[in-house]
């Protein structure tokens, strides 16, 4: 309904700016000396005209798309949401952590939908290979192979490629 409108509107004001400029052009024919004049004078009517009819068909709302660094940053927001959860879960009765974990589950649908993946590298074997940011290295002469102790940011991923690079903390020997 909004875009018939729209449509009868620019159609008519096509049809005004055709009209006019035939008058002046018909003018300017007529009186043949004063053609620069005249056709300066249909210039200007017809920019005035242009800008009303682009001010009457510009949308009244403003788009809202958030940024793809804004998706990140949410990406990482619900990362730090879940690891906060997990660590109250264990405290909580059973109808608590389900309160939880729905919207936590819907918000992470949410950044699958749009094919955004959180990588998390806690406990896992480190690789120098790997495209991550090491923030630090913690010496521990227990164990063999070095490991990341946490995660203190997640890697992001969109359709399969790194768009930010995890923050760790390693344990080494």
Known sequence: MIYENLNNIILLSTLLLALIA???STIAFLKGGHKNNIMTKLDEI???????????????????????????????????????VAKLQMNLPENQKKGLESPLQKLKRYLEK???????????????????DVLSVEKDPTISEAIVKET???????RGRVVRKAKIIVLSN
């Open 22 to 24: 035939l008058i002046v």
């Open 152 to 158: 203190v940011e997640p890697t992001i991923m969109y």
């Open 46 to 84: 017809y920019s005035r005209i242009r800008e009303d009819i682009k001010f009457a068909v510009a949308p009244n709302s403003i788009n809202l798309s958030p940024s793809s660094d804004d998706f990140m940053q949410f990406a990482v927001e619900v990362w730090r949401l879940e690891q906060r």
């Open 114 to 132: 749009y094919e955004i993946k959180v990588v998390d590298y806690t406990n896992q074997k480190f690789n120098d290979g790997l495209n991550l």
